[in-house]
């Protein structure tokens, strides 16, 4: 509704298809009541606005890039026929218009303003105090002044006569969408859809003015219109600006998985388990009034306003990461449907792809109710606990100690390997972590060990030591591994496979792609009884250095001799692939002189420095060498290599004890019962 005397506002929005402005619009538009009457004046723009013949109806405006294509007029409309439907057409290309879905405008002398705030008296020109953006389901007061001219008075103003207890007829008009079910109230009173169907609303004037309480609980944009036909001759009407009725909340109200299992809202490391990392589950979302009701209206706008959710907040594990990315995006944050009830959506997509416990929140998904900002969602219970996915194994290898083989308690078997804790896309969880989530809330590794799927496990000999759940890895780099030796020689185990278990308590995830089961000969795979996965293999050997006696003239320096063995099943043999075992002069020792041999007269000469053996022998160009001790200091010295642990043997039964053997120089034969003096090999 227009009131002859006041200068009624009219805003332009240029428009794309999709109805958003058309922020960079510079053309010129033609303005037309379509009545021959009524002048134009800018209110706020940056263009140019030419009303050539005043009272004429007729105006153009040519838009500056600095609208931003938004600019408001202002229309006088003195006198002329009362309905004025305004038209506005690009110069140029009249196909480019208004759709006319803002309705006529009807035109009195005198008739209601509906402003936001009390109108002051005289009041000022143009009225510029429309109705901001409501709460739905808010209160909010609605100021009401009579307005204009009566026949008894032509001062264009408040109309002060018009006093007391009227009813009015009040009716609403829904703009965006254009139907719905709910209906404001004034007053409490519910009103009319419609002019036809008005309702009538007590209302009390002092001096031209009342105040009543309004309330929409619903969302969009709307208009209240009054009217009051208790006088015929001049009847009062008038209507709001159209204004947005925004959400007052947007609320997660059910969380569960897709199979329907509701969110058990764990709050420790070792609480319930909801989904795993990065599988989907379903969002359920309330948009809500003040008053805590749905808003069935959201998502019917012409352009239909979206919904998003995200992990507003990370409740555990502290110091962990909120999500992948870390700033609480979700998978699927936006696919929601409509659900069952209206206001009420349902996302069956929706991804977390971190473990821990979340709060989720929800929000409109372009941040702004149709211009009308948005609210804060309600952070929901907690969601979780996340879980990983699967278990994975990288870079997994043995590395032999030489050769492709190891001996039995020789620190120096390589077991190097990576398990990861994935989501369902393959990542590590950064949260899966025992600093962060604490005792008894990660998977404990353990390993395994088989040879020739022999079905005993050895894993209780192999000591690759251990690590602990570090940003999704458990990783293990340990060049020093021992498989131990038992008391009696065993083996050989020249094919022991290592492997790795992973026992998930929590929540049974499983290592992917199993492949082995110690305790158990056969395929495991065709089996289906898997408990590990392998890592690599290495041949071990219980192995020992045997130092061969020695015999030569004392005239001459003197070879000692020596080899690795292992232990075959039946005996010891030479173990030719022994290139790594090393010998120097430091490592001899001689004791238990005999005959006519003394300390002084020999001594270890050679080699200075570390030899490697030669295919499982000591280097026959660089042997071990004693001194030889001159004439006449015939006899035999004891002579033992301090070798390694694993290298050591119960020679003489108890402790392993260093290798030993004599060396003897000369004819000396020790004892008349002795025939010949030999170490047994």
Known sequence: SGIHCAAETVGLRALDLTGNPVTNYSQTVQLDTTTGRGSWQLLSGNGVLQDTTLDDGLATYTFASADAGQVTLVLDYADGTPLVDVDVSQLGNSSVRDNDSEGPLTFAPSGFTLTANPLPNPPPSPLLDPLPAQVAGQAFALHISAYGTTPTDRNCGV???????????????????????RVASLADVPVGTAAATAQPVPVTFVAGQATVAAKYKDVGALRLH??????????????????????????????????GVPNPAATTATGPGFVSAGSPFTVIVDVLDAEGDLTPNYGREAVAEGLQIESAQLQLPAGGRNGSADDGSLGGATAFAPGLLQGRFANDSAVFDESGIVRLRASIADGDYMGAGAPIGTLSEP????FPDRFTLHNARVQAACNGFTYMDQPQLGVFYAVQADNTLGQPLFNYDDTLLGSGATAVVGHAAEHADSGVDLAGRVSPGTAVWQSGQYLIQQPSAVFNRVAAPDGPYDDLVLGVRVA??????????????????????????????????????????????????????????????????AGFVEHALDDCTTYQSADLNLTNYSGNLQAADTGVIGPLTSQPLVAGQVNTALPPLLQAPGLGNEGSVQVSFDVAAWLRFSWQGGAPQNPSAPAVFGSYRGHQRIIYWAQDP
């Open 159 to 181: 109309i002060e006569s018009f006093q007391g207890a009227k009813t009015l007829q009040a009716w609403q008009s829904l703009v965006d969408p254009g139907t719905g079910v």
């Open 226 to 259: 009054l009217s009051d036909q208790s006088n015929a001759t001049t009847p009062f009407s008038g209507a709001t600006n159209t204004f947005v009725s925004r959400p007052a909340d947007i609320q997660v109200s059910a969380v569960r998985t897709t199979a």
């Open 383 to 386: 969601v979780g606990r996340f």
């Open 504 to 569: 998930d308590a929590l929540d049974n995830r499983q290592l992917a792609g199993l492949d082995m089961h110690a305790a158990a000969a056969g395929n495991c795979v065709a089996a289906g009884n898997c408990s590990a996965r392998r890592i690599g293999s290495s041949a071990v050997y219980y192995g020992r250095l045997l130092v061969l006696p020695a015999f030569g003239a004392e005239s001459a320096d003197l070879d000692i001799g020596a080899e690795a063995q292992v232990f075959n099943g």
